[in-house]
């Protein structure tokens, strides 16, 4: 590999230990980093497309991606129990994870005793962090049903209940900032309205509705990059889109191998998007067309997360 980054950085991990990149065009995979310390539970790549951040048990790595090294050039140790999401600043300034030890953290990438520089404490385990697209506004949900958004300027918090005590899953906000969505293990979405998050004004959001996404749990809930569509994805075995504007089911993305849905990624265009399975594959999919573009297959266990840098899809 040169040290110019691929247009498209598309990278898979899951139980089997390792960490794959792959041509999203070709569907073959060009590099295999090994993640000897545990599962991966989460992967994200840097806004430079020059690092991959990997969350596992009691750890976060950080590895190159244009380049041979296969060991991590940045560990962060010493977080107990799963990490089980991670997410970057969109200058790269700090990265922010959330885990099964009930903490949000706010990680200083310039820092260099790579401790980390913040904690939010909330009494249930972490199930899923989503930063506002202000950059000042964390979103977190529990497996105790709730969602609390911590501002990061303010160090305040508050804290809403969908659904009592049903553990939220997944957490998404559309890129214009003006659409929230949740979803838990009953397979429930709870979407919100939301005004305010500029300047130094909070966020505020309205309910607007709530439907049945799925008969069995809902892994992961993501707004497209042009905010028209939404994706859900369950072990139920698919991955369901929806328009935004009435909630309407559009496609169900469907391969009777796949199983369980964990985690999604649509292209820059929003035509495109990219699911993992427990079948060991992830897939390209073209939306409209319901239809399987592209295979990545050669992981030998389950697929439970993705990432994926774009600039379109070919």
Known sequence: MSGIPEPVVLA????????????????LCYRTVQHPDSQVNALEITPDKK????????????YDINS??????????????NVVEVGFHDEGNWMFTGGEDCTARIWDLRARNLQC??????????????????QAEL??????????????KTDKNERLVPE?????????????GTMMAATNIKGNCFIWTLTGGKGDKPTEL????????????????????????????????SCVIWRTTDLTKFRILKEKTQRWVW????????????????????????????????????????????????????
């Not at 979103?139 to 990061?152: E, N, T, Y």
Request: with cysteine; aromatic share 8%.
């Open 68 to 81: 041979n090294n296969p060991n991590a050039i940045i560990n962060y140790d010493g977080v107990p129990k």
């Open 12 to 27: 898979t991990a899951g139980y089997d230990h390792t960490i794959r990149f792959w041509q999203a065009h070709t569907g």
């Open 206 to 237: 309205h309910p607007k509705s709530q439907f049945k996404a799925h008969e069995k749990y809902v892994l992961k809930c993501l707004f497209s990059p042009d905010s028209t569509l939404l994706a859900t994805t369950s072990a139920d075995g």
């Open 139 to 152: 979103f977190v949900g529990d497996q105790g049903g709730s969602i609390h958004i911590w501002d990061l």
């Open 263 to 314: 985690d999604c990624a649509f292209s820059d265009d929003s035509v495109y998007i990219v699911t993992a399975s427990s079948d060991n594959m992830a897939r390209l999919w073209h939306i409209e067309e319901e239809k399987i573009e592209r295979e990545y297959s050669g992981h030998q266990k389950a697929v439970v997360c993705l990432a994926l840098r774009d600039e379109n899809i070919p």
């Open 117 to 134: 520089s913040r904690i939010f404490q909330v009494h249930s385990p972490v199930t899923c962090v989503c930063l506002h697209p202000n």
């Open 51 to 62: 690092r991959i951040a990997a969350a596992g048990y009691t750890h976060i790595r950080i």
């Open 164 to 176: 009592g005590t049903t553990a939220i899953q997944s957490i998404t906000i559309d890129a214009m």
